[in-house]
């Protein structure tokens, strides 16, 4: 398995950003597609982003496209995501998870197997 500690969340304001790190420790990254997940208050937890560690191929959910950015740093085992131009519906917990079958885009919930603890952001004036 592969255990993972996300780091970096906080206040903003709208308008602003936030880069948020996923480190992973246990099973190589190569292994896995990384995902990040963000959950408000009341709401159900939807999948923002995603990377296949091996080739580099990421997924956006359209509501984060073209503001946020994710990559990787297999050297640290670490993931990031960079988040721009934050609005107030950013704000919630934001998990990163790993899914050993290495999908982004087509990947349920489910197949993310390995959860982080979550880190809050929070964007508002």
């Known amino acids: 398995q592969v255990q993972l500690a996300e780091s970096g969340g906080g206040l903003v304001q709208p308008g602003g950003s936030l880069t948020l790190s996923c480190r992973a420790s246990?099973?190589?990254?190569?292994?896995?597609?990384i995902g990040w997940f963000r959950q408000a208050p009341g709401q159900e937890r939807d999948k923002v982003s995603c990377?296949?560690?091996?080739?580099?191929?990421?997924y956006y959910a359209d509501s984060v496209k073209g503001r946020f950015t994710i990559s990787g740093d297999e050297a640290s085992g670490t993931i990031y995501l960079q988040m721009n131009s934050l609005k107030p519906e950013d704000t919630g917990i934001y998990f990163c998870?790993?899914?050993?079958?290495?999908?982004?885009?087509?990947?349920?919930?489910?197949?993310?197997?390995?959860w982080g603890q979550g880190t809050q952001v929070t964007v508002s004036s």
């Open positions: 246990g099973d190589a990254l190569e292994y896995y597609a």
């Open positions: 990377i296949s560690t091996d080739d580099g191929l990421t």
């Open positions: 998870a790993a899914n050993p079958y290495m999908l982004c885009d087509m990947a349920p919930l489910t197949d993310f197997n390995y």
